[in-house]
């Protein structure tokens, strides 16, 4: 099959005009209520307009068709390495960046939701830039392809091919027949966790414009915040507890929210293997962690469970926000942190990681090897919630495993060759690739990744970007058997 460029140019060409029109939301900001930074915004919408424009005159006599496979592909990965980098402008052209590597790594830092930032104090930015930050994290959370797929029902069946490359996972589901449809509920149920956490955040003390940023971050599970601090400079446990319970909602997949608050459906929702997995793993986290808090520093037991409960939900939900320097926590807690960036959150999530549902499911596979050891003539089947996982899905799953495994030691390799120390880069990586943010040592919660140089971000914003497509879909499209005829 031959992949169209026109096909695939004029659909692409209309997500840089949709992206043009969101820079218009901070631009409108800054003229009716700051007046900083206009010309960043003016400049970015006018190359972008530009650029959509060429694209969609030069794909307009394209043929009606659906999208295939690798098309849908292809796009995906296009659509996401175009946002990020048009989505860099406003920043480029603004002057708190040094230069256009500083602004693409935080333009993809953004649109992934990862939250690691290249900047020494984020109050220096003017508030309409701090918005564009947190706004890419919202727009990115949810997904840009999945946001198109909900509003371009012209890609017809090729949308299927869009929202599987989107939003892969160990079981994506669908709500409907119709995928538009199902990104419309997903949309739904995303808008209205933006407005509860809205509302939750005023009523906790944070001002219109603050509790507007950190909603966009914390159900995106991005982590940029309006602070250098990130949560901790608030000095509020209540507006804490407030993130700790949306941060933990942003890690469960929308589908089953959408079952809870629509549906009405709880006990579907709740008899979930990777939901109760999910809670056991903070859970356990939080209480070991805590007991070590405790002893370490002496401390009380609610700010130690505080602590700890928020770190685990950032770290696993892949928010990144912080509360506490982790940093100088026994090494310990800090292991155990590290671990849960691997892990992630569940499937339909807007959480990174490996997932929660991979994780156990690669469990099983490694038990139902030892019974097969045990007892060679025996013939085992994998279950989850009473159902046999077909064969075919094991084969993909262990690869992806394979895929983490060699992009996490590539790029380890390509930062200490750069200089970097191998705790650092380990950390920095991992917190890349798993869409995290804040790592440890020389990028930990209180450090930046400004001090990096060039190649090294170049490097960690495509561990952002492979992470962010689930690894395949960035990945596949570097391969000579994905352009074979």
Request: proline share 4%; aromatic share 12%; net charge neutral.
């Amino acid at each position: 099959m031959v992949i169209s460029p026109r096909a695939v140019g004029w659909v692409l060409g209309q997500f840089i005009l949709a992206l043009a029109g969101m820079m218009l939301i901070p631009l409108v900001y800054s003229i009716v209520i700051e007046g900083d930074d206009q010309h960043a915004f003016k400049w970015a919408i006018f190359v972008t307009l530009a650029v959509s424009g060429l694209m969609l005159a030069l794909c307009r006599k394209r043929t009606r068709r659906e999208l295939k496979p690798r098309e849908a592909i292809l796009l995906v990965a296009l659509i996401w390495i175009a946002i990020c980098l048009f989505g860099a402008l406003p920043f480029f052209f603004s002057p708190y960046f040094a230069n256009f590597t500083d602004a693409m790594f935080e333009s993809v830092s953004g649109f992934t939701t990862t939250g690691a930032t290249v900047l020494e104090r984020v109050e220096e930015l003017s508030r309409p830039i701090q918005f564009w930050r947190c706004f890419s994290h919202w727009l990115g959370g949810m997904g840009i392809v999945l946001l198109g797929i909900a509003v371009l029902p012209l890609l017809g069946q090729g949308g299927m091919h869009l929202y599987r490359a989107e939003f892969s996972g160990a079981k994506s589901q669908l709500l409907s027949p119709r995928v538009a449809e199902t990104a419309k509920a997903l949309w739904i149920v995303y808008l209205t966790l933006t407005l509860f956490l809205f509302l939750a955040l005023r009523a906790a003390g944070m001002d219109h414009f603050e509790a507007l940023c950190h909603t966009f971050s914390t159900l995106g599970t991005g982590g940029f915040s309006t602070r250098t601090a990130s949560i901790a400079g608030f000095h509020s446990p209540l507006i804490e507890y407030v993130i700790i319970v949306f941060m933990l909602l942003a890690g469960i997949s929308f589908i089953q929210h959408f079952r809870l608050l629509v549906e009405r459906r709880p006990r579907v929702v709740f008899e979930d293997y990777e939901i109760r997995y999910y809670l056991l793993i903070v859970v356990t986290a939080t209480v070991v962690i805590t007991g070590m808090l405790i002893v370490q520093d002496q401390r009380t037991w609610e700010p130690a469970f505080r602590d700890a409960l928020f770190q685990v939900a950032s770290i696993l939900s892949t928010t990144g926000f912080v509360s506490a320097d982790y940093g100088a926590w026994y090494p310990l807690g800090q292991l155990i942190l590290l671990i849960l960036m691997f892990i992630g959150g569940c499937t339909g999530s807007t959480a990174g990681g490996l997932k929660v549902a991979r994780v156990v499911l690669v469990g099983r596979v490694v038990n139902n090897e030892f019974h097969r050891v045990a007892e060679p003539e025996g013939v085992f089947a994998i279950h989850i919630d009473g159902d046999a996982t077909p064969e075919r899905v094991i084969p993909g799953l262990l690869n992806l495993f394979y895929l983490t495994w060699l992009v996490n030691v590539v790029a380890t390799l390509l930062l200490t060759f750069m200089g970097v120390d191998v705790l650092t880069a380990l950390s920095a990586v991992v917190a890349c690739m798993f869409n995290i943010g804040p790592g440890l040592a020389g990028v930990g919660p209180l450090e930046n990744y400004g001090q990096l140089q060039d190649f090294s971000k170049w490097v960690l914003s495509i561990c952002m970007l492979a992470g962010r497509l689930e690894f395949y879909t960035l990945l596949v499209i570097f391969t000579m058997g994905f352009w074979r005829r």
